[in-house]
């Protein structure tokens, strides 16, 4: 994959699968600016990380459920890198509970860190991407989002969200030449999937005709594809890397 001169950002670039994905960006040469939440020490470490492929990286804190912030963060990175040919949105939380308990506050917390953060930077990146008619939009979806889980009624409809979003962006974007595409992961072990019991993981285990997690690495590989002009005919696609809980 030839990444020469391309420009990425990144949403929640500090762990888990963001942080995978700046990194395989960074080893074939693309210059990238990612965002995150809290950790400003996690931020630093990986900008040294990603420069050392000899590439540009920068972080910078902002909330993606903010507008402002992905508006800042887009501003950013035309002035450091020069312009925005990728973006990932890939930030996202859980707040798990069941309907019954579920607080509107959770329902709308994961809802606008999930679904609206892909909206205010999509709508951030048009200007610059429009105006050079390229682009490539990679949005990080679930397999929850394509089989529902109980318990995650706010995550899978923000997933789901994103997945509708996408296909109605590929469809009024691709005249301009951007194509946008969803990556729907599975069971991937970063900190979000830390949180669950071995029970819980041994149950999930069983759908997976792989029987076995998944690494943020393999979640990277196929965004850097979708990302990288070798996927220039794909738009609208849904690409499902779950070892198999999703056919
Ligand atoms: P993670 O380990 O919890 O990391 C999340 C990253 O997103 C962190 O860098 C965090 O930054 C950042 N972030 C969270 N909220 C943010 C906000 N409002 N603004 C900016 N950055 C924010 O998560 P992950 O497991 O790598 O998941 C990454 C994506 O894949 C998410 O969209 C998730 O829904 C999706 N996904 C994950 C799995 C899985 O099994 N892990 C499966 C399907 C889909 P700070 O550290 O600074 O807070």
Redesign the pocket.
């Known amino acids: 994959m030839d990444f020469t001169d391309k420009k990425a950002i990144v949403?929640?670039?500090?762990?888990?699968?963001?942080?995978a994905i700046v990194l395989d960006l960074a080893s074939n040469g693309c210059n990238v600016v990612f965002?995150?939440?809290?950790?400003d020490e996690?931020?630093l470490e990986l900008e040294k990380e990603a420069s050392e492929f000899g590439v540009k990286a920068f972080g910078i804190?902002?909330?993606?459920?903010q507008f402002s912030?992905a508006q800042k963060t887009v501003d950013f990175a035309v002035e450091k890198l020069g312009g925005v040919d990728i973006l990932v949105n890939?930030?996202?939380?859980?707040k798990d509970g069941l309907m019954l308990r579920m607080s509107e506050d959770d329902f709308d917390k994961v809802v606008n860190?999930?679904l609206k953060?892909v909206f205010n930077y999509t709508k951030c990146v048009m200007k610059p991407m429009m105006g050079q008619r390229y682009g490539k939009i990679i949005n990080?979806?679930?397999?929850?989002a394509i089989i529902g889980n109980a318990g995650q009624a706010n995550?899978v409809a923000s997933?789901a969200g994103v997945i509708g979003m996408s296909k109605s962006n590929a469809r009024e974007f691709a005249s301009r030449n951007i194509t946008v595409n969803v990556v729907?992961?599975?069971?991937?072990?970063?900190?979000?999937?830390s949180k669950l019991n071995e029970k819980q993981k041994e149950a999930i285990l069983t759908g997976v005709p792989l029987k076995r997690?998944?690494k943020?690495e393999e979640?990277a590989k196929v965004v850097s594809f979708l990302a990288s002009s070798d996927s220039d005919y794909i738009t609208g696609q849904v690409i499902s890397v779950d070892g198999g809980m999703a056919m």
Not at 61 to 65: F, G, R
């Open positions: 949403t929640g670039g500090t762990r888990g699968i963001g942080r965002t995150y939440f809290s950790s996690a931020a804190k902002a909330d993606a459920a912030e890939n930030a996202g939380i859980t860190a999930n953060s990080i979806s679930s397999v929850v995550y997933k729907a992961p599975g069971f991937i072990e970063t900190d979000m999937t997690e998944g943020p979640i």
